[in-house]
């Protein structure tokens, strides 16, 4: 009989325990931004679906999830990540008196909200980030690599080899699980290689954008050191036919000119080059028409050759004249002959009557 009690006070118990993490899975927060696949314990995850503590986020390798907690705590997990919400304890004043998230893998960006700093703590397999009231991306590796880019307030990050402090904005720490840490510096995309992964900090660089005002929090010159972006720059331009110019330019034969003369057309004798040679000056073909006009055709182009044309034609008309002058006196001279001859007829016929 009691064998039978026992058993059923057994199975009891395992079916409270069984049915215990569904009945205490309290709501901590809820999804505001989803992007491609994110998933949780019971599913995936969708804008406005509750996540709880204890609750595993995953999302896939182009996925991307953004929540809000209780305590307008914000966290972004970006893509092939996994964190766990590891302990939440809210009170009645809407803040939270503990807080901590366990990152397995991927990158995120956290904000804190209106709780107290030493409410907050985030697991990393190299370490233990402390918030001071701050905003910060971290990356976690497959190896456990670790680095933590400090956007605003102040952090610490404390491992096996010791704490580091983060103060200043941009502000960056890179850990390793075996205890290697580096000293807290400007970040640049240099540490991209360091990490081994160009698609780590992905919020930094831009190949991932987070909506509303955590997404304003970005920068740190990281933008230039995005392999994806590359894939978006437009195509190069077309080559600048002005670059093509000089050797178009080398080849003209045009400004040679072999064939203009070497000396002016007027210093040349003119029956070398006659006047139906150069059919560009038709207008100097008149001195064919007139007598003398071959000779003296370059003079037509000479300031003052007018006046010496209008010598010679004054010259020929007062030779004109001087002909006609003697021609006029011969005829007196007949004329008078005539008279005489007459005259002498005359008084030889009066002389023989």
């Known amino acids: 009989m009691w064998g039978w009690r026992s058993v059923s006070v057994a199975m009891l118990c395992i079916a409270l325990s069984g049915a215990w993490p569904a009945i205490a899975a309290e709501p901590v927060g809820q999804a505001v931004v989803i992007k491609t696949q994110v998933t949780g314990q019971s599913g995936p995850i969708e804008v406005d679906t509750s996540v709880h503590r204890n609750e595993r986020i995953k999302t896939s390798p182009s996925g991307l999830g953004q929540f809000v907690f209780r305590d307008g705590t914000k966290l972004a997990v970006g893509w092939g990540s996994s964190v766990v919400i590891d302990k939440y304890v809210f009170d009645d004043s809407q803040s939270v008196k503990k807080l901590t998230i366990r990152a397995a893998k991927g990158t995120f960006r956290w904000v ?12 990393t397999p190299a370490g ?8 910060f991306d971290f990356y976690v590796g497959p190896d456990g690599t670790t680095a933590v880019v400090l956007l605003n307030g102040a952090a610490r990050f404390c491992g096996p080899g010791g704490c580091r402090q983060l103060q200043q ?11 290697d840490m580096s000293a807290a510096r400007r ?6 290689a360091t990490l081994g992964n160009q698609r780590a900090l992905p919020f930094l660089s831009g190949n991932q954008r987070l909506a509303g005002g955590i997404g304003m929090l970005g920068g740190c010159n990281m933008a230039s050191a995005a392999p994806e972006r590359r894939d978006r720059n437009r195509p190069p331009p077309p080559p600048d036919p002005q670059k093509q110019d000089p050797p178009q330019k080398q080849a003209e034969p045009q400004k040679e000119r072999p064939n203009k003369p070497d000396k002016p057309h007027h210093d ?3 029956h070398d080059r006659p006047h139906h040679d150069r059919p560009d000056r038709p207008d100097k073909h008149d001195g064919h028409d007139k007598p003398g006009g071959h000779g003296r055709h370059d003079s037509h182009d000479r300031p003052g050759n007018h006046s010496q044309n209008h010598g010679n034609d004054r010259d020929h008309r007062g030779h ?16 008078d002959h005539d008279r005489d001859r007459n ?6 016929f009066n002389r023989n009557r």
């Open 112 to 123: 804190s909200g209106n709780s107290n700093s030493s409410a907050y703590q985030i697991l």
């Open 320 to 335: 004109d004249r001087d002909q006609g002058g003697d021609r006029d006196h011969d005829k007196d001279r007949d004329r």
């Open 268 to 270: 040349k004798p003119h």
């Open 343 to 348: 005259h002498d007829k005359g008084r030889s």
């Open 187 to 192: 970040v640049d995309p240099s540490i991209l």
């Open 128 to 135: 233990t980030i402390g918030v001071r009231g701050t905003a």
């Open 169 to 179: 904005r941009c502000d960056c720490v890179v850990a390793k699980p075996n205890g």
